[in-house]
Nanobody, 121 residues
């Protein structure tokens, strides 16, 4: 089994910053893409940012220039630095990791439990 544990959410004023972390542990041979989705009340879950194992990144248009995704492959951890936060960034943020549990296994996607980010105006 693989577990993803998130941390770093909270309440911040508009214009402020937060840094989310997500650490993967368990039966891991290698981790392919990692990243973050978010879901606001009454909205669908949307991709925020993703990063490949060789650190190629992609971002939602709404966060480009404000959020930065990074990863530490030695620690199996992905980070999301969020700057210039806006009230519309308020959501539950979920990390994901695409994992190979053995050398010849298939790939499985695992999710974190979610962390609340609230941006006040």
């Amino acid at each position: 089994q693989v577990q993803l544990v998130e941390s770093g959410g909270g309440l911040v004023q508009a214009g402020g910053s937060l840094r989310l972390s997500c650490a993967a542990s368990g039966s891991i041979f290698s981790i392919k893409p990692m990243g973050w989705y978010r879901q606001a009340p009454r909205k669908q879950r949307e991709l925020v940012a993703g990063i490949t194992s060789d650190r190629r990144t992609n971002y939602a248009d709404s966060v480009k220039g404000r959020f930065t995704i990074s990863r530490d492959n030695d620690k199996n951890t992905v980070y999301l630095q969020m700057n210039s936060l806006k009230p519309e960034d308020t959501a539950v943020y979920y990390c994901y990791a695409v994992v190979a549990v053995a050398p010849n296994s298939g790939l499985f996607t695992y999710w974190g439990q979610g962390t609340q980010v609230t941006v006040s105006s």
